[in-house]
């Protein structure tokens, strides 16, 4: 099973399983050559000449595009999360798996209406394989990991893009991700507000993601005076990512995720891998990102004077930090996705 593969996901935008599926190509234009991938996008979010400009730039287009349908059979369809596609398989003769990323419960609610109890289920990470276990009383061989990486370690993730950030005097603290109530920007904003009282003028808060209807990122900014202090980023484009961590290690700056709940947490392993310094809430997808340093690189999830805390010693001992980093990001090479593939593969075809 190594000639053709489709991932089906319902909107293209900026997100981390847009640049997921880019890490995949790379990872199998390094190690499978001969694999052709296919992405089917159901709807444009926004992000789809993005996408395919990003192919384009790292050099992938000779092994993936982008398809507006199903085009013929291919050896294995992956439908992430996308149940308005159940239907549409399940009147194929074709091979197929569901994968399983959102970190929002009611997004995942479709898996307990999955037609057949045949259907494997992919998970990014063991913690998250086990979660879907419990919450859908599944057995252990129903689910699997298709374990996230960054490819940090392959020729065509080489950085070819710099950002220059401008001369601040002051450290960039980096929010990197979608601006709603799950990611909680909010925790961040208020442990700013601590960080400026005692240490003003040392920090600048930097955010960049999508804005939602949730969360009026301006207005919460503005409610506590922290305009000033603050750069909102519009969402950049895929091959920027890297860039833009780069640009915040060089300026002395430090990653913080204050998210409430996260499959794998790709921006945070992102941050890891550059290496940035990442000061990150203590959910479980967390804290298995940065085993066995936890005391060092996580803070209690809701507590707004922890969080300020962490920023302000880690800030204090970035050198300490950077040793640990270097050892976190062996876990997230390609390697290890490709030994996931092929179990995969092996499990499917028994």
């Known amino acids: 099973m190594n000639t053709s593969v489709c991932f ?19 990872a199998f234009k390094e190690h499978l050559p001969d694999l052709r991938v296919d992405f089917l996008f159901l709807s444009d979010g926004g992000g789809l000449k993005d996408f395919q400009a990003a192919l384009k730039a790292y050099q992938l287009t000779e092994v993936a595009r982008t398809v507006t349908a199903l085009d013929g059979s291919y050896d294995l369809v992956s439908l992430i ?14 091979k197929y798996i569901v994968e399983c990323h959102t970190a929002y419960t009611n997004n995942r609610k479709y898996l307990a209406q999955l037609r057949t109890s045949e259907t494997i289920i992919v998970t990014p990470s063991q913690h998250f394989s086990a979660q879907i276990r419990r919450e859908f009383s599944l057995s252990g061989e129903r689910v699997r990991e298709l374990r996230n990486f960054v490819p940090w370690d392959l020729p065509s993730a080489t950085q070819f893009q710099r950002i220059q950030l401008p001369e601040w005097g002051a450290r960039p603290i980096l929010f990197f991700g979608r601006m709603d109530h799950l990611k909680d920007p909010i925790a961040l904003l208020d442990a700013f507000c601590l960080l400026n009282k005692q240490h003003r003028d040392e920090y600048l808060l930097l955010l960049c993601g999508p804005q939602t209807t949730e969360i009026d990122i301006s207005q919460a900014l503005s409610a506590r005076k922290l305009l000033d202090s603050t750069v909102v980023l519009p969402p950049i484009p ?3 990512a890297q860039a833009l961590l780069q640009a915040v290690a060089n ?3 430090l990653f913080v995720s204050p998210s409430q709940g996260e499959s ?17 809430s203590d959910i479980e997808a967390h804290q298995a990102l940065v085993a066995p340093y936890q005391a060092q690189f996580t803070y209690p999830q809701g507590n707004p004077k922890a969080l300020a805390e962490r920023i ?6 970035q050198e300490a930090s950077h040793a640990a980093l270097l050892t976190l990001r062996q876990q997230f ?3 290890s996705f490709m030994y996931d593939w092929q179990s995969l593969l092996k499990h499917l075809e028994t």
């Open 251 to 253: 300026r002395g700056g």
């Open 333 to 335: 090479s390609a390697e």
């Open 81 to 94: 999360d996308c149940p308005q596609f159940l239907d549409e398989i399940a009147g194929r003769q074709q």
């Open 238 to 240: 895929f091959p920027s």
């Open 312 to 317: 302000h010693h880690l800030a204090r001992h």
């Open 264 to 280: 794998f947490g790709l921006s945070a392993a992102e941050a890891i891998c550059t290496p940035l310094p990442v000061v990150l």
């Open 8 to 26: 089906v996901y319902p909107w293209a935008t900026f997100g981390g399983c847009e640049r997921i599926l880019l890490n995949r190509v790379m």
